[in-house]
């Protein structure tokens, strides 16, 4: 419990200065660029970032699972080589094919250089994703902190180099991509220390591992949706002006998700090892969450009028009521990724994927309601409903779930308390 704590103390701490971090390079990114240019931007980051988690393939949370269980060296390098592999190949070959898609969908104030740019982090951040699991598998969460911590503030250099020559969006995105690529190429070497260096992509490794990787792969990709499903909504039926404002609230959103986000990756590979503490410590993170997001929900509703005058400028005043619709959904939302965590401990049954497609529903028919009528609000409104749509189904899935082991025979099998690796060791050899 004590290793718990502090995991989530240091990744918490490291969040925070991410936080003042992102708000600096937000602050400059609008002033540069402003709402309708910001918008622009902003689409072609959601681009790259929905590039990423689709082909993420849920090789992150299974590198994660797996080297929690099996930390031989042999196993580590099969994953770290499987996972530069996936991300150079799928990642590079993926922005290819949504390069021209988009193209094709000739979507205003979004230009090609833009475009390509914003397409091309994708594979370094998966890269990025696949490797900072590993050393949260392996108990590196110090490690895995540090080079988050680099990564933000050299990317508010590289803002702030771009702020200072009046760079345009295009430009600003080259710089975000150079960024991406040395933070991926650093975290390879790190992991390729322990691992003992990187081979070629180990096929029946990968194949062994599918099952778990799958589930994770729906189970993010639709979460992911829930989260930036309403960019796409709000940019065709209100175009990227209020696509810009929204984003002030979805960018806020990601800093009060700071410290659930910094539990779950804390606590997951932890409940992964220890069954018979699982559902204690998810109570236990998910009270001390509540009470954390609850406080300072109030507090950011309250000081965000003032706050956006002051850091963003009056033009940016329509986000406002945009992030007062986001709010409860933020809390919501938070809640959930910490009792996700323990669904996916428990192997991430077929009721969680079930709960996220209606969700998603959920969350299009309020978006179709909301959004045509009252743009950027109506689309917080709408994740508002769907954050607490899938707290409250995942909730009842992990309850029922923790009753169900209550239950079982105390002379359960070891296989059934403790579930193994799907890989064993012998396949990375």
């Known amino acids: 419990m004590a290793n718990i704590d502090r995991g989530i103390l240091i990744t918490f701490a490291s969040r925070c200065v991410l936080v003042a971090n992102g708000i600096g390079t937000s602050i400059l990114i609008s002033r540069l660029l402003g709402p309708t240019g910001r918008g622009a931007f902003f689409m072609a980051m959601t681009l790259s970032a929905t590039?990423?988690?689709?082909?993420?393939?849920?090789?992150?949370?299974?590198n994660t699972y797996l080297v929690a269980v099996d930390r031989d060296p042999k196993l580590l390098r099969g994953l770290l080589s499987n996972s530069v592999w996936i991300a150079i190949v799928l990642g590079g070959g993926g922005a290819v094919v949504a390069g021209g898609f988009v193209r094709r969908c000739a979507i205003e104030g979004l230009s090609a250089p833009l475009l390509w740019a914003g397409l091309a982090i994708a594979p370094p951040m998966l890269l990025t994703l696949f490797t900072g699991s590993l050393l949260l598998g392996i108990g590196r969460?110090?490690?895995?902190?540090?080079?988050?911590?680099?990564?933000?503030?050299?990317?508010?250099?590289?803002?702030?180099?771009?702020?200072?020559?009046?760079?345009?969006?295009?430009?600003?995105?080259?710089?975000?991509?150079?960024?991406?690529?040395?933070s991926a190429a650093v975290h390879v070497a790190v992991v390729a220390g322990p691992a003992g260096g990187i081979g070629p992509f180990h096929r029946p490794l990968f194949i062994q591992g599918v099952e778990f990787a799958t589930r994770a792969y729906v189970v993010c990709a639709l979460g992911f949706l829930l989260m930036r499903g309403n960019v796409f909504l709000l940019a065709r039926w209100c175009g990227l002006e209020q696509t810009g404002y929204y984003s002030i609230g979805a960018q806020m959103a990601d800093y009060l998700w700071?410290?659930?986000?910094?539990?779950?990756?804390?606590?997951?590979?932890e409940l992964v090892r220890d069954r018979s503490a699982r559902w204690a410590q998810t109570k236990?993170?998910?009270?001390?969450?509540?009470?954390?997001l609850a406080a300072t929900g109030i507090v950011c509703a309250a000081a965000t009028p003032m706050f956006v005058r002051i850091a963003y400028g009056a033009e940016f005043l329509p986000a406002v009521p945009a992030v007062w619709c986001l709010m409860p959904g933020v809390v919501f939302f938070g809640l959930s990724s910490v009792v996700s965590q323990y669904v996916a401990a428990s192997g991430i049954p077929r009721a969680a994927i079930l709960a996220w497609l209606a969700t998603l529903a959920v969350l299009g028919a309020c978006g179709a309601a909301a959004i045509p009528a009252w743009g950027a609000a109506g689309a917080g409104a709408a994740f508002s409903v769907a954050a607490a749509a899938i707290f409250g189904m995942l909730l009842a899935i992990a309850v029922a779930s923790e009753r169900a082991d209550?239950?079982?025979?105390?002379?359960?099998?070891?296989?059934?308390?403790?579930?193994?690796?799907?890989?064993?060791?012998?396949a990375a050899q």
Do not use: K, Y
């Open 406 to 426: 209550a239950r079982a025979a105390p002379e359960r099998s070891f296989a059934e308390t403790h579930r193994p690796s799907p890989l064993s060791t012998n």
């Open 258 to 269: 700071l410290f659930p986000t910094a539990a779950a990756t804390v606590l997951f590979p």
């Open 141 to 182: 969460t110090i490690t895995f902190n540090i080079l988050q911590t680099a990564q933000a503030l050299a990317m508010l250099a590289a803002v702030a180099g771009c702020f200072a020559a009046g760079a345009d969006a295009a430009t600003l995105a080259a710089a975000t991509l150079a960024v991406h690529l040395l």
């Open 284 to 292: 236990r993170i998910l009270i001390r969450t509540a009470w954390l």
């Open 51 to 62: 590039l990423a988690q689709f082909l993420n393939l849920g090789i992150h949370s299974a």
